[in-house]
Structure formats: C-alpha cells, structure tokens
Nanobody, 121 residues
C-alpha cells in the first residue's frame, strides 16, 4: 500500500500560480494528477512516467508542469496562469508498477485524499 498525501491547495486569483505537492510513502515512477470539479467527473490533468515521459490534458498544456523528485518521493504540479475553470479538488495517483510512456489512461492503484484549488476571477 502506498500512501499519498497532497498539499499546496488554496485560493488564487485568475492569472496566478500555485504549486501542488504529493508526498508518497514509497517510490513510484508512474504517477499523475487528476481533478474533479463540483458536479463534474474526475479527469486527468498531467502524468509522469519512465524515461522522463509526461502527458498533459489539452486544457492545461503550456500552463501546468508536472515533475517528480525521486529522492524526496514527491510529485509536483506547478500551475501558472490559473483560470476559474481550474477550480477543483486535485488528486495525486500512483501505479503499483512503472510505465513507459506516461498516460492519463492507465488504471492507477493508489490515490490521495485531494487538495482543493479555488481560482477566482
């Protein structure tokens, strides 16, 4: 069992930035961020996999950056140029096995409890 703990959520103005962190109890090279807005289904945001591969949802390309510090067992999501439609609960996820390439469509085995991001206009 891998425990994932997200942090870094909070409020931001449109155009602002925030960085989310996800501390993993054990290392995983196949991880991702998902989000769920009120009344909507959960959707993929960004993923990281082996060989430094990354994938992004079209809605966040060029604005969000996913990265991983393996020594610290921490996953990050740097969010810039935030928009009100980015408001959601953000979840960190990890696979039990590695993956190449990164993908938002894998079945992720472990999930955090989420951290709320609220963007006001």
């Amino acid at each position: 069992q891998v425990q994932l703990v997200e942090s870094g959520g909070g409020s931001a103005q449109a155009g602002g930035s925030r960085r989310l962190s996800c501390a993993a109890g054990a290392g995983s090279t196949c991880m991702a961020w998902f989000r769920q807005a009120t009344g909507k289904e959960r959707g993929g945001v960004a993923a990281v996999g082996g060989a430094g591969s990354t994938r992004y949802a079209d809605s966040v390309k060029g604005r969000f950056t996913i990265s991983q510090d393996n020594a610290k067992r921490t996953l990050y999501l740097q969010m810039t140029n935030l928009r009100p439609e980015d408001t959601a609960m953000y979840y960190c996820a990890a696979r039990r096995v590695g993956c190449i390439p990164a993908s938002l469509h894998y079945n992720y085995d472990y999930w955090g409890h989420g951290t709320q991001v609220t963007v006001s206009s």
